[in-house]
């Protein structure tokens, strides 16, 4: 993610190394597998290196679906790159122009893993321009946290993309890259892209305090000596989807077929995985 004011405060010294800024640059595919997976799907594994992190390893594997949902295990190891903490550890994927509507269902506004705590948890819906927020100085923004799915979708067309975590993830969906911001130091500096720069991650560092106080406590930030795994699935789904249907198609990955009736005045039909306690 790009920076915000707290990450280049006086008191931030050491909280994370910014040679992962250019981790991904000359980054190599030092192997690849295919294989079959369950239900007719077809697997796809790649291997990276990355030699501007200390080679630290990166390995994805696909299963691709037959019908067309894509299911993304990501595993990073930077346990033997000699750097500090990461400021966040994630993926990006772009997505065409025209792809304005989000919806997602967690944390209604922006926040960090140290912010969060006064979240509303739900499903929201906004537009990707939205999500933006003028800061005085051009800082990263729109990171929502606790988020079960997103979706983003084209309303003139008749698809659209659900990204469904197998736990919870945190995700933006901005006009700009990271890099947009990391350079621009104020706002008018900045021209929005016409695409969609989503982003699906473990996490960010929290924001901490360090421009006028304490830096980012630790048990919020990221450290390199430990691997990280995160996984979701890309799900192609109809545009006029509401947010209880896509509620109910991002859990039900999450079940074995198995369901309970909520007694609440909701009435909802809850997937669960067996055996669940009550």
Known sequence: RGNVENDTGWGAKGSFDAAWKNAMDNAQVIGMETGDGDSGSKTVTAHLNLPKAGNTKVNITYTIYPNGQVKTNFNVDATNAGLGNFIRVGSIMKLPAGSEQLSWYGNKDESFNDRKTGGRQGIWESTVSEQFFPYMKADDCGNLTDVKWISVKNENNSSALLVAAENTVEASALHFAP???????????????????????????????????????????????????????????????????????????RSNGISVQDKSQNDLTVPVKAPAKF
């Open 179 to 253: 890099t947009d911001l990391q350079n621009a130091d104020h706002v008018y500096k900045l021209k929005p892209r016409s695409e969609t720069m989503l982003s699906i991650d473990y996490g960010s560092m929290g924001t901490g305090s360090a421009t006028c106080g304490q830096a980012t406590l630790e048990k919020y930030r990221l450290s390199s000596k430990k691997q990280y795994n995160w996984s979701y699935t890309i799900i192609p789904v109809d545009s006029s989807s509401t947010g209880k249907q896509l509620s109910t198609i991002a859990a039900k990955l």
